[in-house]
């Protein structure tokens, strides 16, 4: 089978992601959700670096699995922040930026 | 080539547990469904010949990062309900229409193209990975390490709360609570002298009636409290006798 196939497995998952960020209204939910965006497109690096023969797809791929790391420890510090300031991890109750 | 029962056994686990992003209600299951997201990406990178990112993959994320987010659950805890209040008017058609058309979009424009497999495989076995890693990317490394070390320094600094008033001592406590005239002692333990000794049971006062607050105000949310009406219905009873209770 070719390895195109995971490509399209990798969309599929990130579209899933996406309909979670979109739809979603807690946040760590949400979260989660870019977590599996991020990793649809590590999928995707790493099936075309079997494509490609080469493995620059794969250190690619481990250099966003080091930045999502980053990411997870400071968004979810900020979500405990926000749920520390509200008491609600809800992404729609924080609207003082609104007008 | 990948033999397609795995293929489609590693879609299967991850796809149908992705979905609970979308339908599961409460955060903890949708956690423990991305796990297995996550072991079942893992299965691919090894079928996709990049055994080290697999092991990797497990280790960071159903590791560490899931774990991270079941403790960040704990600590805001796991009730936390959603609302189903739109905001945005026909945010959930306009969010899922988005989606949708992004994923119909992705798949048939990646399901058109031809590409010439490579013959000679690469396999990322950690001896290739680390030549990679820190020859050609080595300037990369060092910057991930700047990055690792602010976000570690970040998250502290984020959830760090500096006391703005000075520490209050046990004594100060309690002579304020006496004060305000509030209850002295401590709220009565749950279970005490009830005919149940148990979490979930009122205790009962020297008059034999249960008293509400002396259960755990938690379980009364999630309604797991025995009701204290039905044993006092039972105390008031004439027609039981004294030995029956």
Known sequence: ?99 | MVNPVLFWIIAAITVIPALSLLFARKAVHVAMSIVLVMVGLATAYVTLGAPFLGMVQIVVYTGAVMMLFLFVLMLVGVDQREDLKETIVGQRWIGLFTAAGLGAFLVSIVGRVTIAVSDAPVTGEPDVVAVMLFEKYVLVIEVLGFLLITAAVGALVLTHTPRLRPRRTQLEVQRDRVRVGADPVNKPMPGVYARHNALDVPALDPEGQPIDHSVSRVLKIRNQTQDGAEFRAQLEDPSRKEGDR
Request: proline content about 2%.
């Open chain 1, 1 to 99: 089978m070719d390895p195109i196939n995971f490509v399209i497995l990798a969309s599929v998952l990130f579209a899933i992601g996406a309909a979670a960020v979109l739809l979603r209204r807690n946040a760590i939910i949400a979260f989660m959700g870019v977590e599996l965006m991020l990793n649809a497109a590590n999928l995707a690096l790493v099936a075309f670096s079997r494509i490609h023969g080469e493995i620059d797809g794969q250190i690619m791929a481990f250099f966003v699995l080091v930045v999502a790391a980053a990411e997870v420890v400071v968004g979810l510090a900020i979500i405990i922040a926000v749920f520390r300031a509200r008491q609600t991890i809800s992404l729609d109750e924080p609207a003082e930026l609104k007008g």
